[in-house]
């Protein structure tokens, strides 16, 4: 089992920045994908940013969704097992609760889609104002 637990989220105005943070604790060697995910209200979970963890070639590569590159930025500290989302400029369209999600073994080929994550946070709420 793996445990997610995010941290960092909080009110900006536009323009601002916020630093997520997703610590991982249990099983966590296992783990191919880690990201974020967003979701507003009324409207469907969607990926952000995320990386891939696992030891050996591509480790590190990353994946944004179109409205994040640029802007946001996803990183690993693997001695501390966590996972940060660096997010700059922020707009009121950012404004969701953000999760941290991880992926074992089997790893995807589709790295920003939600439904093939089996590990989650329980979320943060990032509000942006204008």
């Known amino acids: 089992q793996v445990q997610l637990v995010e941290s960092g989220g909080g009110s900006v105005q536009a323009g601002g920045s916020l630093r997520l943070s997703c610590a991982a604790s249990?099983?966590?060697?296992?783990?191919?994908?880690m990201g974020w995910f967003s979701q507003a209200p009324g409207k469907e979970r969607e990926g952000v940013a995320t990386?891939?963890?696992?030891?050996?070639?591509?480790?590190?590569?990353?994946y944004y969704a179109d409205s994040a590159k640029g802007r946001f930025t996803i990183s690993q500290d693997n001695a501390k097992n966590t996972v940060y989302l660096q997010m700059n400029s922020l707009k009121p369209e950012d404004t969701a609760m953000y999760y941290c999600?991880?992926?074992?073994?089997?790893?995807?080929?589709?790295?920003?889609?939600?439904?093939?994550?089996?590990?989650w946070g329980q979320g943060t709420q990032v509000t942006v104002s204008s």
């Open positions: 990386i891939y963890i696992y030891t050996g070639l591509g480790r590190g590569n990353t």
């Open positions: 249990g099983s966590t060697a296992s783990l191919s994908y």
């Open positions: 999600a991880a992926v074992g073994p089997a790893g995807t080929w589709k790295p920003l889609s939600p439904a093939v994550y089996g590990y």
